[in-house]
Antibody, heavy 119, light 109 residues
């Protein structure tokens, strides 16, 4: 079964760093792009960026460039989203999702990771 | 950057009704338009890809059409299990971007 399994919920204080993960299984992890999507409480979906684990080619939405870092470790089929200094406005649900080979869409999604940033 | 305008932002319809949602791109995106369903507390699910192709396992009451800048998503006969928020998403290759529309919340009247 093809699946993406994300790390668990996080509660952090402003200024702290954080790295959440997304582990792929059931397919060739290095052959598909993995994207990250933010959903703030009660709001819509926002595309943050995407990485190709095969060569770590990474692209960011202009809205998120410089705010987060996307990375991947192909040896353990895991992609990451990290912050160096969290803000309260980073409180959201974060989803990873796979972009199909040569596709324009995201066909497999993780279950989501809730990040809460509060003092 | 390509902007996506989705409408309406919400709608209420009866079981069995035909429901239509539109998505407009700020520039020509060919058929690079996808539709997702998100039920409360769940991850989004791909329903339609490349404007009109039904994802495997998705009921045939869901359909999509359009090309260029104007796209339509239709539920031919609304069912109680279709209560969700629906999002369009465009794909741009240069630069690589997958931008979502604002979403349409579908409720039962």
């Amino acid at each position: 079964e093809v699946q993406l399994v994300q790390s668990g919920a996080e509660v952090k204080k402003p200024g702290e760093s954080l790295k959440i993960s997304c582990k792929g299984s059931g397919y060739s992890f290095t052959s598909y792009w993995i994207g990250w999507v933010r959903q703030m409480p009660g709001k819509g979906l926002e595309w943050m960026g995407i990485i190709y684990p095969g060569d770590s080619d990474t692209r960011y939405s202009p809205s998120f460039q410089g705010q987060v870092t996307i990375s991947a470790d192909k040896s353990i089929s895991t992609a990451y989203l990290q912050w160096s200094s969290l803000k309260a406005s980073d409180t959201a649900m974060y989803y990873c999702a796979r972009r199909g080979v040569g596709a324009t869409s995201m066909d497999v999604w993780g279950q989501g990771t809730t990040v809460t940033v509060s003092s | 950057d390509i902007q996506m305008t989705q409408s309406p932002s919400s709608l209420s319809a009866s079981v069995g009704d035909r429901v239509t949602i539109t998505c407009q791109a700020s520039q020509d995106i060919s058929n690079y338009l996808n539709w997702y369903q998100q039920k409360p507390g769940k991850a989004p699910k791909l329903l339609i890809y490349d404007a009109s192709n039904l994802e495997t396992g998705v009921p045939s009451r869901f359909s999509g059409s359009g090309s260029g800048t104007d796209f339509t998503f239709t539920i031919s006969s609304l069912q109680p299990e279709d209560i969700a928020t629906y999002y369009c998403q465009q794909y741009d290759n240069l630069p690589l971007a997958l931008t979502f529309g604002g979403g349409t919340k579908v409720e039962i009247k």
